[in-house]
């Protein structure tokens, strides 16, 4: 496994992929659909490997040697994912099946413990649908009120309106740190210190920040934070939820059955302490042990180094792709992280794709789960091309000279 302090070292780096050496359609695969799923290394697909094939087993029950392994697997997991965001405790770091479970999870349990009729929740309108609906239905359950930050243009964030929105009703700020449509950074340690600054906890979506950056939640001082494995490398079906000791300390499970008890009698049953208390039943262990071994694959090539080539790579696709006639970069003007949306005038973002795809490059298009966003510009859906820490400069080059073409066959 490599160090990418170098750029040069990717082209060793992408061998850790094996999906990467593929041909679609005969030609080099180039993947630029990371926003949706990343593609794993080796290294996580034999961590999986190995476990089911030496020590698949239950976790926290069995007093044999495979449990007892497993079980190792799985806490040294919990702690790799506790030193990746640099949370005080492993207790902090629940396992979910995503994003969306961590915050439909969150919109529950925070909801059952502290939001009442007439109280308010934040958002903005930018957020992907997980981290919309599943506040609609906490504003719905508990006849609170949903209020929305808007941004402008360029995709950013109105601040002003944000800060004059808070009052002393408001009792969660849930905004994401990258949008995984425009890759706007929201300028995270100010929502959480104005929000602080009236006592109200703020929940970060992560889904598109940890794998492009440094993420701390202690020197943020966020109360939660949420992101999925499949997005930095991992398996699907896993996610995290962080959430501050304080706060998970007092609120209610959202599921409840095993593993997550202290002590169960017919009517009656006392919960278990955190993690445990929010992951009833058998987790998905095989998803764990892979994410922790794709946190230690992103912490050995050094998540700053990664976050450096990528902005250096994300900057000359926005550049080059900005050149060629009838394509808008949304919010061109600003840093972006993670993705570039596309529109280009006249042609449907799906035909474009479909072209693309023809030529072994993958995109997506659509609305990516963000319809608040495409209703603002008034348009059906971008193209999106979203990065990873093993794209190169070359695929950018092949994009757009493929997505020149695409559009003069279109027009
Ligand atoms: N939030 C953001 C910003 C995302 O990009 C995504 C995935 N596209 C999600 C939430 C939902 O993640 P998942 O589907 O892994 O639950």
Partial sequence: MTN????????KLRKDFPILGQKI?????IYFDNGATTQKPQQVIDTIVEYYTTYNSNVHRGVHFLSQRATDAE?????TV????NAQSPDEIIFTKGTTDSINLLAFSFGELAIQEGDEIIISRM???ANIVPWQECARRHKAVLKVVDFDEEGVLDMEQYAGMITDRTRMVALTWVSNTLGTINPVADIISIAHSHNVPVMLDAAQAVQHMRVDVQQLDVDFLVFSGHKIYGPTGIGVLYGKRKWLEQMPPYQTGGSM???VQVDTTTYGDIPFRFEAGTPHIEGIIGLGAAIEYVERAGIEA????????????????????RVKVLGASRPKAGALSLVIEGIHPFDAGELLDKKGIAVRTGHHCCQPIMDYYGIPGTLRISFALYNTKAEVDILARTLERVIGMLV
Avoid: V
């Fill in 306 to 325: 990664i976050a450096a080539y990528e902005h250096d790579l994300i900057t000359y696709a926005k550049e080059q792709l900005g050149k060629i006639g």
């Fill in 261 to 263: 008890i202290k002590t």
């Fill in 127 to 129: 957020e992907h649908h």
């Fill in 82 to 85: 506790q030193r990746f965001i």
């Fill in 75 to 79: 806490e040294h997991a919990r702690r």
């Fill in 25 to 29: 359609y005969n030609n080099d695969l």
């Fill in 4 to 11: 990418i302090s170098n750029p040069a070292e990717i082209e």
